[in-house]
């Protein structure tokens, strides 16, 4: 792969100097061959063979500059890196074959998880409308290039979810999603059991609110949710609410809560994810937040429902040999939490207390 990029292309690499050297790695990262979503495709799948076009034609191997600059270069440009797979090489054959011993052999193949793939083309504009979703689609599988969000989602949902009679745990085919990955501005679908799920994986950064420019990011070690017809189902922290509920701890955020995301709904519930290691501790959640100048916001995620009891969190029913069975409204739709969007929780106020849903149904 040869990459022609204008400001790449003004370099001369008459004399390779590791400064050089440096210089060329930092124009290549801020790049617009860099910030567009098919470039960081096909260098993620060309990652073996990229080459820089320079000066005079020059031409440049970019595992060469980057081996200079780890051997003698500035540490501070090198961990830059670590952000962006597509710039490394794949594994050699042994660490393939330790790769192929873990299940992790699709990353050489030039494959991505969901989360992955999402949050590295959140902020890499694609080219054309519809584009962003292609390439999110090629990033995880070349089995079928699909064209829009909703189909990219429904391909991916399994069937209702069973409980295994030799270990007990619950399984499904569908896909797996890290709850953290989904708390971010990206815009959701308006279509019913999917709700949750992001529209597109890039979005544009605004200044509005606090969580208007919400990054997503891969999810780190929080728990996963499955993505069934009737929508994710997953384990969160919970705290519900009537929307009518005035509590004075808590008076400024429900206020503004109530006025963004619950108009017309009669119960609200804020969720946060759930980290895998701390509930095999069997602690809490490692909550995060973002700066709001002065104060710290912990991220939320606003639901709402009109059930006339709000009695949805522990919805499915489980036994050995049925599918789980939904609680169903007069419209013969599966009832479940309406996902309404994230909220930065201002810290003034005390955050509510938190219990463990299980099996918790967003639609």
Sequence with gaps: MLVCDRDIMELDLSNMTTSICETLLVTAIVSDWNTRAWTFFEAFRARRTIHLLCKNNAVVSLRQVIQTVYRKGMLSIGIVLLAMPHFLQPFDDRELARAKSEGRQEYQAGYLPIETSGNLLSHRPASRPGDDVVIWSLLISEKTVIHDAETFWKTMQGPALQISTVTGRIFSSGASIKTKYLVSSAPRLKTRGLGWAPASPTFRVSTQSATDG??????????????????????????????????????????????????????????????EESHERGGDSNN??????????????????????????????????????PKWDENGQAVGWEWRGVYAWDDVEPLPEWQRARKLLIV
Excluded at 226 to 240: E, F, H, M, Q, S
Excluded at 300 to 305: L, M, R, S
């Design 288 to 325: 995060w937040w973002i700066d709001g100048g002065r104060l710290r916001r912990t991220i939320v995620v606003v639901c709402g429902t009109n059930e006339m009891d709000g009695s949805v969190v522990e919805k499915y029913t489980f036994n050995s040999t049925e599918p789980t069975k």
């Design 214 to 275: 919400l990054d997503g990011f891969d999810g780190g070690t929080s728990k996963s949710g499955w993505i069934t017809p009737d929508g994710l189902v997953a384990d969160w922290l919970l705290w519900k609410f009537e929307n009518t509920d005035m509590r004075q701890q808590y008076l400024r955020n429900l206020a503004r809560i109530r006025t963004q995301f619950l108009q017309g709904y009669r119960w609200g519930a804020l969720l946060c994810p759930i980290e």
